[in-house]
């Protein structure tokens, strides 16, 4: 299933596709409700990327293209560098909101270089070579670029 939200200049704008999360039951009771938003147009105004790093190559001539009416309920992991979806699960259909309401949600969180950074908290054990270790984080995609760039200093 592509998905998309709308822009705010009313666009539709690609956002990715959720393929996991579904069941035989809930695949055929989405197949019904969107056959009749069936349309040969497609809906975006600017054509998905046909190739990602993450999951198999997009073939556009295969896409049945449906109206943008109906609003799909997903949990994801994060947004990639592409403004991509990634990881994404269906969780079921909304009723009780209009295709158009939906919009991308703007960052919770600011991202690691506009934050007030603090120096990391070193652990008491020793690690190779006599050094002290940091303890073990687990960073996110956004961060990555950091440590690459620490891994370089050798910090």
Sequence with gaps: MLLAYYGDDGRL????RAGSG??????QRVWRRLQPLATEEMPLDVPPPRTSRFGSPLVLNRVDWVRPELVAEVTFLTWTAENLLRQVVYQ????????????????ERPRLA????????????AGRNGTD??????????RRRSLDLLRRMRI
Excluded at 22 to 27: G, K, N, P, S
Excluded at 96 to 101: F, G, I, N
Excluded at 114 to 125: A, E, Q
């Design 13 to 16: 704008v690609y956002a990715g």
């Design 22 to 27: 579904f069941d035989q039951r809930e695949l």
């Design 92 to 107: 079921g259909l909304r009723e009780d909101k209009p295709a158009r309401a939906v919009r991308r949600p703007m960052q």
């Design 114 to 125: 506009h934050r007030r950074r603090r120096p990391p908290k070193r652990s008491r054990g």
């Design 133 to 142: 270790t940091l303890p073990v984080v687990r960073l996110d995609r956004d």
